[in-house]
């Protein structure tokens, strides 16, 4: 156990104890302590997410004035694994990380179902819907769902819009995916969404991508435009194929939470809420990562209306086993009526040899 969160241990402990919160132990000088807690992801320090921990833990020093304090736990799992993000989130729910920075996508093989909506195949297609969900009532809605796995949902941050990148022929039609390997990190309703469009998704976990990419033996990769530099070669991004978006969830320990002053759960909410509105503010556009993505010798291909109603069409068994569950099927609903109040977005630019 880190030093900081053993630290963090036994201030909550002693607040629990006495049957009152406080702000921390006395120093020396008879002054107060700060109260240290680990915020982790599996991610490392200059992954996409790095962005958005640092500021939440930028954002709680300054708003406490240096009294509530986080350190930044980088690649929280046991390498190598297939779970990354599960591994991070276990962490977080066993009290070893007092928070944590997780996908919402990986919250559903933990028996959390109330995030699946953000998951629906093709449903949220642009940084606009993805601004709306998450600053949308709808968002505390899902984070209730959090409860039951003993966590404390704080807020969403969007990340970005995942699409198909392929490493010899673009992904367009359903005929496309038929027998197609595809990089995909750990989660049901993703993982649901390939197969049902034939593929055989996997994890690929550390060396393990590029073994395969260097193979040959990997077709594509689901990611976003700006992580697409890390897929080991340049690739042909299908940029009006949008699965979902990536979006993380800022979750506090349940027992952490309930140790914590009024005062100071305050703080982490604000800071929570002012981190998911930096990463608004500060996040490129899909289409100017796009841009990126080409510049870098990558290339981005459309699919035709017809392929794009087919992908559709074949996915209608997904939505079939989300919507059983009544809650899922309001959300999808809440989120299809956010839809229909934007104007249509225009996908990124193609580019390269088309």
Same mark, same amino acid.
């Given at each position: 156990?880190?030093?900081?969160?053993?630290?963090?241990?036994? #201030?909550?402990?002693?607040?629990?104890?006495?049957?009152?919160?406080?702000?921390?132990?006395?120093? %020396?000088?008879?002054? #107060?302590?700060?109260?240290?807690? +680990?915020?982790?992801?599996?991610?490392?320090?200059?992954?996409?997410?790095?962005?958005?921990? %640092? @500021? /939440?833990?930028?954002?709680?020093?300054?708003?406490?004035?240096?009294? &509530?304090?986080?350190?930044?736990? =980088?690649?929280?799992?046991?390498?190598?694994? *297939?779970?990354?993000?599960?591994?991070?989130?276990?962490?977080?729910?066993?009290?070893?990380?007092?928070?944590?920075?997780?996908?919402?996508?990986? =919250?559903?093989?933990?028996?959390?179902?109330?995030?699946?909506?953000?998951?629906?195949? /093709?449903? #949220?297609?642009?940084?606009?819907?993805?601004?709306?969900?998450?600053?949308?009532?709808?968002?505390?809605?899902? $984070?209730?769902?959090? @409860?039951?796995?003993?966590?404390?949902?704080?807020?969403?941050?969007?990340?970005?819009?995942?699409?198909? /990148?392929?490493?010899?022929?673009?992904?367009?039609?359903?005929?496309?995916?038929?027998?197609?390997?595809?990089?995909?990190?750990?989660?049901? #309703?993703?993982?649901?969404?390939?197969?049902?469009?034939?593929?055989?998704?996997?994890?690929?976990?550390?060396?393990?991508?590029?073994?395969?990419?260097?193979?040959?033996?990997?077709?594509?990769?689901?990611?976003?435009?700006? =992580?697409?530099?890390?897929?080991?070669?340049?690739?042909?991004?299908?940029?009006?194929?949008?699965?979902?978006?990536?979006?993380?969830?800022?979750?506090?320990?349940?027992?952490?939470?309930?140790? &914590?002053?009024?005062?100071?759960?305050? +703080?982490?909410?604000?800071?929570?809420?002012?981190?998911? *509105?930096?990463? $608004?503010?500060?996040?490129?556009?899909?289409?100017?990562?796009?841009?990126?993505?080409?510049?870098?010798?990558?290339?981005?291909?459309?699919?035709?209306?017809?392929? $794009?109603?087919?992908?559709?069409?074949?996915?209608?068994?997904?939505?079939?086993?989300?919507?059983? *569950?009544?809650?899922?099927?309001? /959300?999808?609903?809440?989120?299809?009526?956010?839809?229909?109040? $934007?104007?249509?977005?225009?996908?990124?630019?193609?580019?390269?040899?088309?």
């Amino acid at each position: 156990m880190r030093a900081t969160t053993r630290l963090a241990a036994a #201030v909550l402990g002693l607040t629990l104890a006495a049957g009152c919160s406080t702000g921390g132990a006395a120093d %020396k000088a008879g002054g #107060v302590e700060p109260v240290t807690l +680990t915020v982790g992801t599996a991610e490392q320090s200059d992954s996409p997410v790095s962005g958005q921990l %640092k @500021e /939440f833990v930028r954002l709680v020093d300054h708003r406490s004035h240096g009294a &509530l304090r986080l350190q930044a736990v =980088w690649e929280a799992q046991d390498p190598p694994g *297939d779970d990354w993000d599960q591994q991070a989130l276990r962490r977080v729910v066993q009290g070893r990380l007092d928070a944590g920075v997780i996908p919402a996508r990986s =919250w559903d093989t933990e028996g959390v179902t109330s995030l699946r909506a953000l998951q629906a195949p /093709f449903l #949220v297609t642009s940084d606009a819907l993805v601004e709306r969900v998450v600053t949308d009532p709808l968002a505390e809605d899902m $984070l209730a769902g959090l @409860e039951r796995r003993g966590v404390v949902g704080l807020a969403l941050l969007p990340e970005g819009l995942r699409h198909p /990148f392929a490493y010899h022929r673009p992904l367009r039609g359903p005929d496309d995916y038929r027998g197609a390997a595809v990089r995909v990190p750990r989660s049901q #309703v993703t993982h649901d969404l390939f197969e049902a469009l034939g593929a055989f998704p996997d994890d690929y976990p550390g060396d393990a991508f590029g073994d395969a990419v260097d193979a040959g033996i990997l077709d594509a990769a689901e990611s976003t435009f700006a =992580w697409s530099g890390n897929l080991h070669t340049p690739t042909i991004a299908t940029g009006n194929v949008t699965f979902f978006p990536k979006v993380n969830v800022i979750a506090v320990n349940r027992a952490v939470w309930q140790g &914590l002053t009024d005062g100071q759960r305050s +703080t982490l909410r604000q800071a929570a809420a002012a981190a998911r *509105d930096w990463a $608004l503010a500060n996040a490129p556009s899909d289409e100017q990562d796009a841009k990126t993505h080409c510049a870098a010798g990558g290339r981005v291909v459309h699919a035709s209306p017809a392929q $794009l109603a087919a992908l559709e069409r074949a996915v209608a068994p997904v939505y079939a086993f989300l919507e059983r *569950d009544a809650r899922t099927k309001a /959300f999808i609903q809440r989120i299809r009526t956010l839809k229909n109040s $934007l104007p249509a977005a225009d996908p990124p630019t193609p580019c390269g040899d088309g």
